[in-house]
């Protein structure tokens, strides 16, 4: 396992750096910069060699890869930069707006597994029975829901109509929590719920499910110690890739509700063409979707003996 684990580490290497290269090329590609946009916005016309000095300060004068290799060598030392806009430590900043992104992903997990298993067993325990046509409708509504179609809808009855929450991020984060992290639930629990339901479903036609029955083991029994084992692969798989985009903050959601995380910061920085922010929020995309599919690797070569001994056998 340790050198399974020393394998994909290393392999991380090249991944994360042709991701932050691409970006950064990217971005100079796409024309303009913060320090042109900011001067033509501050509504008085700037002399052309103040540009010039502003872009020598941040280095924006420099080849493309003297900027990349100095970026990245301060990234490997643990320092972003500074914004171009607020003049502000990027880390700092991204450390600053990181608990309200966690806050957001663990509630949305929580309540979408909440919702999810129980449903997609009851719809697969159910099949072609009305509770389980009830439940493939509502997931397929919920599922085929954008975001902010889902966002407006919650706000319109549960804030205008209902008046029970507030429509954007207050002072009581326990009440503003609750109309994003819905938002997220409805189409993740969605998704899982039909995925889990195939799933069972699946397990439940397998000869090892027909010997137990025949044994006369119990049906709860089966389900819960031997069906959603078998299952664990498939719930692990759709847990990894939500917590991975989740915590990369979802940056609609946020914006619509003003929840100060991640992605709304990622957002603005897109706006004001902030390159620092930016380049730290690929960076950390990329991290974070690069160590979930190993820890999901990981966990796989301990549920699966399948998994296990093919890879020590390769």
């Given amino acids: 396992m340790g050198k399974y684990i020393a394998k994909r580490l290393l392999q991380m290497i090249p991944v994360l750096i042709g991701i932050t290269f691409l970006s950064f090329a990217m971005m100079r590609l796409a024309g303009g910069d913060a320090v042109t946009y900011m001067y033509e916005n501050a509504g008085t016309a700037v002399p052309?060699?103040?540009?010039?000095k502003t872009k020598a300060e941040y280095g924006l004068d420099k080849p493309f890869l003297v900027?990349?290799?100095?970026?990245?060598?301060?990234?490997?030392?643990?320092?972003?930069?500074k914004s171009y806009v607020s003049h502000k430590d990027v880390f700092e900043m991204f450390v600053s707006k990181l608990p309200s992104t966690l806050l957001l992903t663990l509630s949305s997990i929580i309540l979408t597994v909440l919702i999810a298993?129980?449903?997609?067993?009851?719809?697969?325990?159910?099949?072609?029975?009305?509770?389980d046509y009830l439940i493939r409708f509502m997931s397929f509504i919920g599922n085929s829901m954008p975001n902010f179609f889902a966002a407006l809808v919650l706000m319109y009855f549960l804030s205008i109509k209902m008046r029970l929450l507030p429509v954007i991020t207050t002072d009581n984060l326990a009440l503003s929590l609750v109309l994003p992290?819905?938002?997220?639930?409805?189409?993740?629990?969605?998704?899982?719920t039909r995925q889990i339901r195939a799933t069972v479903l699946e397990e439940l036609n397998s000869d090892y499910v027909a010997g137990a029955r025949a044994r006369g083991v119990r049906g709860s029994v089966i389900i819960w110690k031997s069906v959603m084992k078998s299952s664990m692969l498939t719930i692990i798989t759709l847990l990894a890739l939500s917590i991975g985009s989740l915590l990369g903050g979802t940056a609609i959601v946020e914006n619509i509700f003003m929840w100060d995380g991640v992605g709304k910061l990622a957002v603005d920085a897109i706006t004001m063409r902030d390159y620092p922010i930016i380049q730290a929020y690929v960076a950390w995309m990329a991290i974070i979707y690069v160590a979930v599919n190993l820890i999901t690797d990981i966990i796989y070569h301990y549920l699966d003996p399948r998994v296990r001994l093919g890879g020590d056998g390769a």
């Fill in 48 to 52: 052309q060699e103040i540009i010039d």
């Fill in 67 to 81: 900027q990349y290799a100095n970026w990245l060598g301060g990234m490997l030392t643990g320092d972003m930069g």
């Fill in 117 to 131: 298993v129980p449903l997609g067993i009851l719809s697969a325990i159910k099949q072609n029975r009305w509770i």
């Fill in 181 to 192: 992290a819905l938002t997220l639930t409805i189409s993740m629990a969605s998704k899982y």
